[in-house]
């Protein structure tokens, strides 16, 4: 009985995968309830003894009815004892799986801290990959993104203009930085708040295509495929557009899509075959 009890309760945990505050005080106030049975039947067992012991001492062995109802108490007296000592197996288990909850806790503490600084890594490693590509950066002021007008050779109460550019790029500054911080939905926000704001800017296909960035470090790679397509049909002569291409095969790619993952490459190394984005999509596609 003990043995199958303690099975069913580490299966449980098993199962779960995981301790909660709940459970451990669920079981703490099983515990005490199992307790409190456990000391009723203990005053049961001896009250029963303490009759026996009267009836023992007064017990005439030729009445054979009274010598079947002490037989009869023996018996319950026994069931009883046997109850209490389950009664108490069950709390030593009970006190074991808390023993194991709390360990386990422990357990998944650890690995919390171990996930963490696997996503710091990671976080790393894409920044590094940005700078390589270049993503985010803005353009040099001489150089206009593609498809837009150069600015004129002289301007016109350049005060004004840049005092109309600083809240644009205060609100983009703080959303890029909200996203370096992994604040995603707070630069998911930002930049969309940047794009209806500011739609004509040069930093608007870099916005959407943070946007798109914010679900891919989420891991959320269906929402980012869709928000780097909005990059290529919102600024199709924009300069996100090797960048977008990159990332929507490598989001395809995650979700193990090879086929789509290998269409969108190509595209892009067809398109763009000069490009970074380009170099990397070709040893991309090498593994599919």
């Given at each position: 009985?003990?043995?199958?009890?303690?099975?069913?309760?580490?299966?449980?945990?098993?199962?779960?995968?995981?301790?909660?505050?709940?459970?451990?005080?669920?079981?703490?106030?099983?515990?005490?309830?199992?307790?409190?049975?456990?000391?009723?039947?203990?005053?049961?067992?001896?009250?029963?003894?303490?009759?026996?012991?009267?009836?023992?001492?007064?017990?005439?062995?030729?009445?054979?009815?009274?010598?079947?109802?002490?037989?009869?108490?023996?018996?319950?007296?026994?069931?009883?004892?046997?109850?209490?000592?389950?009664?108490?197996?069950?709390?030593?288990?009970?006190?074991?799986?808390?023993?194991?909850?709390?360990?386990?806790?422990?357990?998944?503490?650890?690995?919390?801290?171990?996930?963490?600084?696997?996503?710091?890594?990671?976080?790393?490693?894409?920044?590094?990959?940005?700078?390589?590509?270049?993503?985010?950066?803005?353009?040099?002021?001489?150089?206009?993104?593609?498809?837009?007008?150069?600015?004129?050779?002289?301007?016109?109460?350049s005060n004004k203009d840049s005092?109309?550019?600083?809240?644009?790029?205060?609100?983009?500054?703080?959303?890029?930085?909200?996203?370096?911080?992994?604040?995603?939905?707070?630069?998911?926000?930002?930049?969309?708040?940047?794009?209806?704001?500011?739609?004509?800017?040069?930093?608007?296909?870099?916005?959407?295509?943070?946007?798109?960035?914010?679900?891919?470090?989420?891991?959320?790679?269906?929402?980012?495929?869709?928000?780097?397509?909005?990059?290529?049909?919102?600024?199709?002569?924009?300069?996100?557009?090797?960048?977008?291409?990159?990332?929507?095969?490598?989001?395809?790619?995650?979700?193990?899509?090879?086929?789509?993952?290998?269409?969108?490459?190509?595209?892009?190394?067809?398109?763009?075959?000069?490009?970074?984005?380009?170099?990397?999509?070709?040893?991309?596609l090498k593994n599919i």
């Amino acid at each position: 009985m003990r043995t199958r009890f303690l099975s069913f309760l580490i299966g449980i945990l098993l199962l779960t995968g995981c301790a909660t505050v709940q459970d451990k005080i669920a079981l703490e106030s099983r515990i005490s309830r199992l307790e409190q049975t456990r000391n009723r039947s203990e005053q049961d067992v001896n009250q029963i003894q303490t009759e026996l012991q009267k009836i023992g001492t007064t017990w005439n062995s030729k009445d054979q009815d009274f010598a079947g109802q002490y037989a009869s108490l023996r018996a319950e007296t026994r069931k009883l004892m046997e109850e209490v000592q389950i009664l108490n197996g069950r709390i030593d288990e009970s006190e074991f799986v808390i023993g194991q909850l709390s360990s386990k806790k422990g357990e998944l503490e650890a690995k919390l801290q171990g996930l963490e600084v696997e996503n710091q890594k990671a976080a790393k490693r894409i920044a590094e990959l940005e700078q390589y590509l270049g993503i985010g950066t803005s353009l040099p002021k001489n150089v206009p993104p593609a498809g837009k007008k150069p600015p004129s050779d002289h301007p016109v109460n350049s005060n004004k203009d840049s005092e109309n550019q600083e809240p644009e790029n205060g609100l983009y500054s703080q959303a890029k930085k909200a996203l370096d911080d992994g604040e995603f939905e707070t630069a998911r926000s930002g930049f969309q708040e940047f794009i209806t704001m500011f739609p004509t800017s040069e930093n608007a296909d870099n916005a959407q295509f943070w946007i798109g960035e914010t679900y891919y470090r989420e891991a959320w790679y269906e929402k980012a495929i869709l928000e780097y397509e909005e990059v290529k049909k919102k600024f199709p002569k924009g300069n996100k557009i090797p960048s977008a291409l990159l990332k929507q095969g490598m989001s395809f790619q995650q979700l193990n899509e090879k086929a789509n993952a290998r269409l969108i490459l190509e595209e892009l190394v067809n398109r763009f075959p000069n490009s970074n984005e380009a170099d990397i999509a070709k040893k991309i596609l090498k593994n599919i």
